[in-house]
């Protein structure tokens, strides 16, 4: 596991007048799971490109697990990204350097209920399947950080809670420090340690609040309507940046 400092003084894309980024600050414990919330456009996505090393055209600096180590990164992209010319189980083994036991396969594909479609083309998969292969993908990897943009969008609720779960599962069996992008606010509460609410561009972050309810009452929806309610009232801004 891996602690994350960011510190992006600006990041700009050509032909844009204004920043995307501008003085944005964060840090991540190792091992903790850190939910960001912010407009649909406000630079979540460019954040994550930025931490991963996919976009390095910014000011300031990130630094990952101190300065002596490069960490493993496990990236799960909005789009489940799935060869569709290769099986569930060699598009999971693509993403594999040699180092890990091809058991990480079995292990992650009976934990996420997908043993029977492992030798299945992408074609044949529901979405939520997808998105689940797409979990299994990064977490073979063993990452010491998770980067998730938003992977169980256009799920519906159903679905996006059984994948939550068994999401939630995996990372208690085997943590890594996560950050996890959303504009879902229940969903934020339902897994993060931390909510981290980004303004609109120029993102930058404007509150920073810790989840109370344990661990194990997370699947309590009450619960979590009553404290998503009480975000609303004790912070009204929130309610501008999702």
């Known amino acids: ?13 050509r032909g844009r007048l204004a920043p995307i980024i501008d003085n944005l600050k964060l840090s991540l414990k190792s091992g903790e799971f850190v939910c960001l919330l912010g407009q649909s456009g406000c630079g979540k996505t460019t954040l994550l490109n930025c931490i991963a090393g996919l976009d390095t055209a910014y000011t300031g600096g990130i630094m990952l697990g101190g300065q002596h180590t490069q960490p493993k990164i496990g990236y799960i992209f909005q789009n489940p990204r799935l060869l569709p010319w290769r099986t569930v189980r060699e598009n999971i083994e693509l993403a594999l350097d040699g180092t890990q036991s091809p058991d990480i396969i079995d292990a992650l594909l009976d934990a996420m209920q997908l043993t029977e479609v492992q030798h299945v083309y992408p074609e044949r998969l529901s979405l939520g399947m997808s998105r689940r292969i797409a979990i299994i993908r990064a977490f073979a990897v063993n990452p ?3 980067l998730m943009d938003e992977p169980f969008v256009s799920l519906d609720a159903p679905t996006a809670r059984q994948v939550r779960e068994l999401l939630l599962k995996l990372w208690q069996k085997r943590p890594h420090t996560v950050l996890f992008v959303t504009h879902d606010l229940r969903e934020a509460i339902a897994l993060a340690d931390r909510l981290v609410f980004l303004s609109a561009s120029p993102m930058r972050v404007v509150s920073e609040i810790t989840v ?19 975000l609303k009232d004790n912070y009204p801004d929130i309610k501008t940046l999702l």
């Open 212 to 230: 109370p309810i344990a661990r194990h009452e997370r699947n309590n929806e009450r619960l979590i309507e009553a404290f998503r309610t009480q």
């Open 1 to 13: 596991m891996s602690d994350i400092q960011i510190n992006i003084t600006n990041k700009s894309y």
């Open 144 to 146: 010491d950080i998770l």
